[in-house]
T-cell receptor, first 117, second 111 residues
């Protein structure tokens, strides 16, 4: 399996522009997670989906952030409008617990490094 | 509130010099404690999951242990390739699949 795939790997944009980050989870995984990582705050969960349905979006910082999962193999995280404080590395992860605690492991993609000028 | 604290923030070792990293946690019922390794420019890579106090797991030079309040990641005779940031995360016993993460320990092993 190719693992979790994210695109783009790097994004530089200007304040006010729309940014769309993309994720393809591991085939067969039914949970998908979006994280943001910064030096000051570490890894923060933004939102996660189960079977394409958003379950917990309490970590989404504000209305400028939105996430969708139109099907089992694709998800997007959108920031509109972007601001310099959104600069961070954004990770997507997937897992397939299927009710078993031993399968809770989350597998991460390589991340998208976002810089908003 | 669920919380994870890792110490030290950074650790520099000589090759072969064994040491331990600490992960202290408070959680409303522990479902699992996870250790990940993160290399620069990459996503976290899974190492271990521990489920109950007293449990231990090993992989090569790494051994993870768990008590009711903390976990240790013991590194025996480290090599330069063990240099990375080690992250700890906990999941509480509710149905939520959230992981609460520590800020990590940055380990550098000098040859």
């Amino acid at each position: 399996d190719a693992g979790v795939i994210q695109s783009p790997r790097h994004e530089v944009t200007e304040m006010g522009q729309e940014v769309t980050l993309r994720c393809k989870p591991i085939s067969g995984h039914d949970y998908l997670f979006w994280y943001r990582q910064t030096m000051m705050r570490g890894l923060e969960l933004l939102i996660y989906f189960n079977n394409n349905v958003p379950i917990d979006d309490s970590g989404m910082p504000e209305d400028r952030f939105s996430a969708k999962m139109p099907n089992a193999s694709f998800s997007t995280l959108k920031i509109q409008p972007s601001e310099p404080r959104d600069s961070a590395v954004y990770f997507c992860a997937s897992s397939s617990p299927r009710g078993r605690v031993s399968q809770e492991t989350q597998y991460f993609g390589p991340g998208t490094r976002l810089l908003v000028l | 509130e669920d919380q994870v604290t890792q110490s030290p923030e950074a650790l520099r070792l000589q090759e072969g010099e064994s040491s331990s990293l600490n992960c202290s946690y408070t959680v409303s019922g522990l479902r699992g404690l996870f250790w990940y390794r993160q290399d620069p420019g990459k996503g976290p890579e899974f190492l271990f999951t521990l489920y109950s106090a007293g449990e231990e797991k090993e992989k090569e030079r790494l051994k993870a242990t768990l008590t009711k309040k903390e976990s240790f990641l013991h590194i025996t005779a480290p090599k330069p390739e063990d240099s990375a940031t080690y992250l700890c995360a906990v999941q509480n016993a509710g149905n939520n699949r959230k992981l609460i993460w520590g800020l990590g320990t940055s380990l550098a092993v000098n040859p």
